[in-house]
């Protein structure tokens, strides 16, 4: 039966940084334009009590910040784009 089970695919997280679980926007760290680092803090999502500070993966120049503090989000909601 396993095998007849589709495949899930994972969200392609080259050009867009999505939210890992439910929570709400407490911070974003960077504005549209901005070139990020590996390792910087790109956003803070508090869920479950908990803020996780979502850090950058690699080099990349912010497109467009879609979510703003106070929102809240689903789990792969867009909160921002990369160049």
Known sequence: MLRLMP???GADSSKALRCPMPGLVRAIHVVAGE???PGQPL???EAMKMENILRAERQATV???KAK???SLAV???IMEFE
Do not use: L, S
């Open 7 to 9: 495949q899930k695919k």
């Open 35 to 37: 070139q990020i680092q």
């Open 43 to 45: 956003c803070t999502v």
């Open 63 to 65: 497109k467009t910040i």
């Open 69 to 71: 503090e106070g929102d």
């Open 76 to 78: 792969d909601a867009v």
